[in-house]
């Protein structure tokens, strides 16, 4: 079965740093891009930046530039989503997903289940 | 950036009726790289269409999707109970691939 499983729910203090973690199983890891999402509680879905763990090619929303980092272990089939400093208005659903047409992007047909972080002091 | 606009906000409608979503881009959407999502309440979002039209693997034949360039509709020709829930749709042909501000389709 194609799964992505992603970490559990964290809670953190403004100014604290994260890494939440998507594993990949049932399929070739490095052969289909992964991208996040982030939910802001009660809000609509918004494209963070999606990675291509074969050679670790890597792009961000200009919304997301600089505020995290996307990141790959082809070795552990794991792509993670970082921050070296977060914000109360971090606080939101993360969502890992698989663009599903190899090296071409496509549309995203697997979604892990979710990372919720809470940033509050 | 292509930035997606849909339509309406909320769908008020009743078990058995047509519905149908728009959503206008900014800018055309190269090779109709155009997605639509399915979210219901604390569960990730399902891919119900893509390349504009294309249903993916299990999803019924009363959801289609239309259009090319920037206009682009989602059709549910009728609705089931399973059915009342927010839908998004993402355009992946110019990165960002941002997404549209969703459509909530409620029970009348």
């Known amino acids: 079965e194609v799964q992505l499983v992603q970490s559990g729910a964290e809670v953190k203090k403004p100014g604290e740093s994260l890494k939440i973690s998507c594993k990949g199983s049932?399929?070739?890891?490095?052969?289909?891009?992964i991208g996040w999402v982030r939910q802001m509680p009660g809000k609509g879905l918004e494209w963070m930046g999606i990675?291509?763990?074969?050679?670790?090619?890597?792009r961000y929303s200009p919304s997301f530039q600089g505020q995290v980092t996307i990141s790959a272990d082809k070795s552990i089939s794991t792509a993670y989503l970082q921050w070296s400093s977060l914000k109360a208005s971090d606080t939101a659903m993360y969502y890992c997903?698989?663009?599903?047409?190899?090296?071409?992007?496509?549309?995203?047909?697997?979604w892990g289940q979710g990372t919720m972080v809470t940033v509050s002091s | 950036e292509i930035v997606l606009t849909q339509s309406p906000g909320t769908l008020s409608l009743s078990p058995g009726e047509r519905a149908t979503l728009s959503c206008r881009a900014s800018?055309?959407?190269?090779?109709?790289?155009l997605a639509w999502y399915q979210q219901k309440p604390g569960q990730a979002p399902r891919l119900l269409i893509y390349?504009?039209?294309s249903r993916a693997t299990g999803i019924p034949d009363r959801f289609s999707g239309s259009g090319s360039g920037t206009d682009f509709t989602l059709t549910i020709s009728r609705l089931e109970p399973e059915d009342f829930a927010v839908y998004y749709c993402?355009?992946?042909?110019?990165?960002?691939f941002g997404f549209g501000g969703g459509t909530k389709v409620e029970i009348k």
């Open positions: 390349g504009a039209s």
């Open positions: 049932g399929y070739s890891f490095t052969s289909y891009w």
């Open positions: 997903a698989r663009s599903g047409d190899g090296y071409n992007l496509s549309a995203f047909d697997i």
């Open positions: 800018q055309s959407v190269s090779s109709s790289y």
């Open positions: 993402q355009q992946y042909g110019s990165s960002p």
């Open positions: 990675i291509y763990p074969g050679d670790s090619d890597t």
